[in-house]
């Protein structure tokens, strides 16, 4: 089957299926699995025009809602920390989507960008589940189990305790925190405008940032970057209709019928990958896209240098 806008030949059952499998995984770490869409549009595909950054945010606003259903449904939105990402994101998305369409429209180039950024993701979680956590004197080790134990638990759901322009706090599992509006502001501004280039909505980068320099849970942490991802998304597919007609001997606007079916799959493979996330190890997961992400980033740099 030929997608006219995109180009692209393919079985259309391809598309979802892939999506499906990515997203299945990818979800229990609280990221949509666009990351990894696009090196899979971009190499298998052939779809290099910057239009693909679009299809793939397109993906994104298909495929999140089943997922963030799953994390409102068991109590786990801190909503005050998604609408400051949202807010950081939203305008950075916006630059990164101009910087794509003007700067960026050469694929060689946009290979060893979208390399650097999965190669970062890759190292920044290697080091993550390298490092051991040693719990202060008197105070219990975090659980590092599946989330399962802590179902039907009380604790195990959100609980704002203040929130103003400043800061905000909530508990969870037992546990209070305290947070920078405008560091998690400025930190979703960088992050936006890379992931408006790369057409992934930063979810995959602002969650690591989240939980490492903000020390914020990551069972919290996955809702609100999904959703950030979604409203950013979202603009980003507005924003790259609207340059099309500025640039007609560019590919610009998404794909619809290919991202439509990629989200379709997304969709289902999100939900049933956040219903299962209690019976898989987080750092089987987490080795898995490690692997993924490394060797995918290594295929770019090579392609980029041949």
């Avoid at 604790?155 to 905000?168: C, D, E, G, K």
Wanted: aromatic residues 14%; hydrophobic residues 50%; proline residues 7%.
């Amino acid at each position: 089957m030929l997608f006219p806008i995109s180009g692209v030949t393919v079985d259309p059952w391809i598309p979802p299926l892939v999506a499906f499998v990515v997203s299945f995984f990818t979800s229990m770490g609280g990221i949509s699995g666009a990351f990894l869409l696009l090196p899979f549009q971009m190499s298998f595909l052939g779809y290099t025009n910057p239009s693909v950054s679009s299809t793939n945010q397109l993906y994104n606003i298909v495929a999140i809602p089943s997922g963030v259903y799953r994390y409102c449904k068991e109590g786990r939105m801190v909503w005050p920390l998604v609408w400051s990402v949202v807010l950081g994101t939203l305008p950075g998305v916006l630059i990164g989507a101009f910087v794509r369409v003007t700067t960026l429209r050469d694929p060689r180039n946009f290979k060893l960008f979208a390399a650097a950024v999965i190669l970062y993701i890759g190292i920044k979680m290697i080091r993550d589940l390298l490092k051991k956590t040693v719990p202060a004197p008197g105070q219990a080790a975090a659980p590092t189990g599946p989330l399962s134990a802590s179902f039907g638990n009380p604790a195990a759901t959100v609980s704002i305790t203040h929130r103003n322009l400043r800061r905000f706090g909530f508990t969870f599992q037992g546990e209070s925190y305290d947070v920078s509006v405008v560091g998690i502001f400025i930190l979703c501004f960088i992050v936006g405008i890379v992931g408006g280039i790369y057409g992934i909505g930063g979810g995959a980068i602002i969650a690591p940032f989240l939980v490492t320099f903000f020390g914020l849970p990551v069972y919290t942490v996955a809702g609100a970057a999904l959703m950030g991802t979604f409203v950013t998304s979202v603009a980003g597919v507005i924003f790259y209709s609207a340059l099309a007609p500025f640039y007609p001997q560019v590919s610009v606007a998404p794909d619809w019928l290919l991202g439509i079916l990629f989200g379709v799959g997304g969709m289902g493979g999100m939900y049933l990958g956040a219903r299962c996330q209690k019976f898989v190890p987080a750092k089987v997961i987490k080795w898995m896209l490690v692997f993924i992400m490394i060797s995918t980033a290594i295929k770019y740099v090579v392609d980029y240098f041949k």
